[in-house]
């Protein structure tokens, strides 16, 4: 089964700076999907930006960047002039692209705490 | 509405009670999921339905039994529950193999 590590439980950022949330991933699939989550403390989970592995070019959302490495098996979060509403928990997940019902499982990290710092 | 409904939001129950939580999805996806998030746990997988079918089941305990009678509605039913299956239930649909998982905003149980 694919494994996706976050060796960071808890990280800080100063508000207006840049944080980087790390992530890594252990699969032998070619093919598949990377995510970054977002769950504000007693809030939803949100999706916040994703990466097919197909592609070359790292994705971005507003101030949200990835910096994926493939070969690596690494998928970090940039986080650019951080706000306090960023301040939540950061799950990364990967998921298969291959058809069958192994594409159905989403494997979570253990998460990243991120405090915003006025 | 849109996205991921979950109903209720806020549950307690005794242990000999039974109760459902209910999940709908509006977003024309064909995949649903229960998961259990606890304090200081990893997110753990319960339960995956695929166009109304259950591919998945993680070894979750009988007292949990999951319903799925179309691809927008996902049931979990509750009976004789432990204190530690206090936690928050998180919905979530997708499209089978591609795209991510959409999430409700969750039941938080507690099982008195």
């Known amino acids: 089964a694919q494994t996706v590590t976050q060796s960071q439980p808890e990280m800080s950022v100063q508000e207006a700076e840049t944080v980087t949330l790390s992530c890594t991933y252990d699969t032998s699939e070619s093919d598949y999907y990377l995510f970054w989550y977002k769950q504000p403390p007693s809030r939803q989970m949100i999706l916040v930006i994703r990466?097919?592995?197909?592609?070359?070019q790292n994705a971005t959302e507003n101030r949200f960047s990835v910096n994926f490495q493939k070969a690596a098996k690494s998928f970090s979060l940039k986080i650019s002039d951080s706000q306090l509403g960023d301040a939540a928990m950061y799950f990364c997940?990967?998921?298969?692209?291959?058809?069958?019902?192994?594409?159905?499982?989403?494997?979570f990290g253990t998460g990243t705490s991120l405090t915003v710092i006025p | 509405e849109t996205g991921v409904t979950q109903t209720p939001r806020h549950l307690v129950m005794g242990m000999t009670n039974k109760k459902s939580l209910k999940c709908e999805q509006h977003l024309g996806h064909n995949a649903m999921y229960w998961y259990k998030q606890s304090a200081k746990k990893p997110l753990e997988l319960m339960f995956v339905?695929?166009?109304?079918?259950?591919?998945e089941n993680n070894s979750v305990p009988s007292r949990f039994s999951p319903e799925c009678p179309n691809s927008s509605h996902l049931f979990l039913h509750l009976h004789t529950l432990q204190p530690e299956d206090s936690a928050l239930y998180l919905c979530?649909?997708?499209?089978?193999?591609?795209?991510?998982?959409?999430f409700g905003p969750g039941t938080r149980l507690t099982v008195t």
């Open positions: 979530a649909s997708s499209q089978v193999v591609r795209g991510g998982q959409y």
């Open positions: 997940a990967y998921r298969s692209a291959q058809n069958s019902n192994t594409g159905n499982q989403f494997y």
């Open positions: 990466q097919e592995a197909y592609k070359q």
């Open positions: 339905y695929n166009f109304k079918e259950q591919t």
